[in-house]
């Protein structure tokens, strides 16, 4: 059986019929994926009733420039540790650029540079991330769990969280009307 190519600097969305509730309709952009597993961040999701000043403000650094948007469900490990998803205009102590598609980042640097108006132009947060062990990813990409795209800018970006899953897979040219939880083999 032919693996999957490494998925890092792609978009992974959730087949319907994927088998975990937490992944339904899931957009996952994914910023690792080698021979030791993969991680990536969702985006298809909000928390709830937390908004990006809230945060800010447990975190004691003032919201200041920063837009008090939504928080993204990044996904449910680690679920209190943060992270921007950002373009590649900025880059902080242990930034992590992933492909030539986005930069990745975890640390206190970036809040407080947004929060000063001198973050990345474009930048979405999140709240935990999903993770899979070695050969995990692959084994559920073999099972119909998981379809790949390059996904857009826009998608990160601009697309509106409740239409964003549907949105990658018709930038794939894929009809959401048309998929079905069950498959077969041949």
Not at 62 to 83: K, N, Y
Not at 99 to 110: F, G, V
Not at 115 to 138: M, N, T
Request: hydrophobic letters at 45%.
């Amino acid at each position: 059986m032919e693996q999957p190519r490494f998925l890092t600097g792609q978009l992974l969305l959730a087949m319907p019929g994927i088998g975990d509730p937490r992944f339904e309709k899931a957009v996952i952009a994914m910023c690792v994926h080698d021979e030791a597993g993969a991680l990536g961040i969702g985006l298809g999701r909000l928390v709830p009733r937390i908004g990006l000043h809230s945060l800010l403000n447990q975190l004691d650094i003032a919201p200041g420039l920063a837009p008090d948007v939504p928080i993204h469900l990044g996904g449910p490990v680690e679920p209190q540790r943060g992270f921007i998803l950002h373009s590649l205009d900025w880059g902080g102590q242990d930034s992590v650029q992933v492909s030539d598609r986005w930069t990745l980042s975890a640390t206190l640097d970036i809040l407080r540079a947004i929060a000063e108006g001198k973050g990345p132009s474009r930048w979405v947060v999140a709240l935990g991330y999903a993770g899979w062990g070695a050969g995990q990813l692959e084994q559920e990409m073999c099972g119909n769990g998981w379809f790949a795209t390059p996904g857009s800018e826009a998608l990160l970006y601009d697309c509106d969280v409740d239409s964003r899953w549907a949105t990658a897979f018709q930038g794939a040219g894929v009809d959401t009307r048309l998929l079905t939880a069950d498959f077969g083999t041949a």
